[in-house]
């Protein structure tokens, strides 16, 4: 017997039920992402608005989260305020190794609370709280205050419903800071008028497996440990993903002046070996040895002295080079101003290139140039504030964009605004922007390793970008670290091959009476994938919606590197049958049938 144990807690109704979640749910969709999919097409009816109180905030954890290194993150899912479908954002740190100490392994938060509030847990007692006082603070003031605890919470910007308002938890504590950073599921959580859910548990994760599976462990936590030593920490380096910095210079595919071009002369600005420059310390997530969330502080300039937790590749490129900005403090600010108001970084730049670049060329009433640190603050705080013309941007790109009549000017996949690579080189990367199960996202699969000696080929890159997504949902259904897989000096797959062995090991042989295979992994990622689909499906998505925008057809400024939509056509159509969906892009009864997806609720 395997008992996981959610929450359910009504905000509305104020209570609080336990549940346990069926043997044969954890079969198909294992932990994490898998049971967030599952609970959430289940649970919620198509066409809801997503700032209502009929929509779910969902938050679980893996089945390895606190006992292995590499599985130390969270995922949170909602239908999507920012986009209208499947979202499910992943957040390392320490938050969910402290879920895992109460004995839960997720939490379902429904309806929504009279007052702002919050929700307290200590081990298996929830309580819901009044949190007036904490009206409009700041997501490192409200951690700070909570000093026993570890805090998942939103700032001034969930609170206002800015669409692309994101979730921050260990902000201020000892340890790497987590962000659920896409698809504004912190205004999910401001709809619910709640802050914040602050967590102590004084259990040990271990002590909730059975004891045939206690014995294993430690061997295993080793095996993972060696690994990790061995074959991922050089190339995770410095942390923040910054390496990818100088990789992307190199092969001219950082989005420049929104996404005008891709050629950066003078990187070394804002290169690795420049934050390397100015570090202060590196994080990491509770039981990991790589401790890549790295802390900085500016040592010149008109921001010198400030200080940021958890800047990355993504914050870097979108809100520096994307905004014709190369000042490495101005960057700096950017991030800390998103990190309290709690909004997405790759948002913000997006938006503000996009802004720059329209201002330029007297289309749209906001003067601000490239490069203008000054304005560009002012701009993340009358998001932040839903001030003035930010009031307009705070619903996102898509949504402004259409309303300003300058839709053309707008780089976003599905209404998700796109991240920072140009993918008019590597066009499998086109591909997967185009399907990723969330909107505009690299994430679900990152193809540019892959790519780098044949970025122009369309041969074969159908199937990459589906071996990748079903890969990922998978593991994500473990919440393994995606930073590790991308980031091996050696195979990728190992660490897949590894998560496959732990669960056999801790879980699957003595549970489920058979081993889990490679074979059967990947098929329950594409189970997984499949589901969000048809979430995404029952919302009106299909083929139209399938596509990159007009921005990325263009061909480059400085190369002249365009995407040729017969090709990319084909890669689709491709994609598509391999998925076995139709030329819509709705998968076949055939498909959901051979997945045990064919009683679907519509």
């Not at 994430?443 to 122009?456: D, G, M, Y």
Request: aromatic share 10%; with cysteine.
């Amino acid at each position: 017997m395997l008992e996981k144990k959610i929450a359910r807690v009504d905000l509305s109704r104020k209570k609080v039920i336990v549940e346990s979640i069926p043997e044969e749910v954890l079969e198909k969709y294992i932990g994490g992402k898998g049971l967030a999919a599952y609970y959430l097409f289940n649970e919620i009816e198509s066409k809801i608005d997503p700032l209502s109180p009929e929509n779910k905030l969902l938050i679980f954890n893996g089945p390895f989260t606190g006992i292995l290194p590499g599985f130390s993150r969270h995922v949170v899912a909602s239908k999507s305020p920012l986009t209208g479908i499947f979202c499910d954002s992943y957040s390392g740190g320490w938050f969910g190794y402290e879920l895992a100490k109460t004995g839960y392994v997720g939490l379902i938060i429904e309806g929504k609370a009279e007052k702002l509030t919050i929700i307290r847990i200590n081990d298996e007692k929830i309580t819901i709280e009044n949190a007036e006082k904490f009206k409009g603070w700041y997501i490192s003031k409200i951690d700070s205050f909570f000093k026993n605890y570890r805090v998942l919470a939103i700032g001034p910007a969930g609170e206002k419903l800015v669409k692309f308002a994101c979730i921050i938890n260990d902000y201020s504590k000892p340890g790497r800071t987590g962000v659920a950073g896409r698809g504004g599921l912190g205004a999910v959580m401001g709809s619910k008028n709640l802050k914040a859910i602050i967590i102590k548990g004084t259990k040990s994760p271990l002590s909730f497996f059975p004891d045939i599976s206690k014995n294993k462990i430690k061997d295993i936590r080793n095996r993972f440990l060696d690994y990790l030593v061995n074959e991922v920490a050089e190339g995770i380096c410095m942390g923040g993903n910054l390496p990818a910095v100088d990789l992307s210079a190199k092969i001219k595919i950082i989005p420049v002046k929104n996404f005008r071009s891709g050629t950066v002369k003078n990187y070394h600005l804002i290169s690795g070996e420049a934050f390397k420059g100015i570090k202060v310390k590196n994080n990491t997530c509770y039981l990991c040895p790589l401790a890549c969330g790295l802390h900085i502080k500016v040592k010149d300039g008109i921001f010198k002295g400030i200080e940021t937790d958890r800047i990355e590749y993504e914050t870097v490129v979108m809100n520096g080079p994307n905004c014709g900005q190369m000042d490495i403090g101005t960057i700096t600010m950017v991030n800390n101003l998103c990190n309290d108001y709690g909004m997405d970084t790759i948002s913000i730049g997006n938006i503000t290139s996009f802004i720059m670049e329209c201002s330029e060329k007297g289309i749209l009433d906001y003067d601000i140039q490239y490069g203008d640190s000054k304005k560009q603050i002012k701009l993340v705080h009358d998001i932040g504030q839903r001030a003035g013309m930010g009031d307009i941007f705070a619903e996102g790109l898509e949504k402004a964009s259409i309303k300003l009549g300058l839709k053309k000017y707008a780089v976003q996949v599905k209404g998700m605004e796109v991240p920072g690579y140009d993918v008019r080189a590597p066009v499998g990367m086109a591909l997967a922007y185009a399907t990723s199960d969330r909107g505009g996202d690299h994430l679900r699969a990152w193809t540019i390793i892959e790519e780098l000696n044949k970025p122009f080929i369309i041969s074969g890159k159908a199937k990459l970008v589906k071996d990748l997504q079903d890969r990922n949902a998978a593991l994500w259904s473990l919440i393994g670290c995606d930073n590790i897989p991308a980031n091996t000096t050696g195979d990728p797959m190992k660490f897949v091959n590894l998560s496959i062995e732990a669960l056999n090991d801790v879980i699957w042989k003595d549970v489920f009476g058979y081993k889990m295979d490679m074979t059967n992994f990947f098929k329950i990622g594409e189970r997984i994938y499949n589901l969000t689909r048809m979430f995404s499906v029952r919302e009106g998505i299909s083929r139209k919606d399938d596509n990159i925008p007009e921005r990325l057809r263009e061909a480059r400024e400085d190369t002249g590197w365009k995407i040729d939509m017969n090709d990319f056509n084909k890669m689709l159509d491709e994609y598509y049958q391999l998925r076995g969906w139709n030329n819509e892009g709705i998968p076949k009864l055939s498909t959901l049938k051979e997945l045990g997806l064919d009683n679907l609720r519509m």
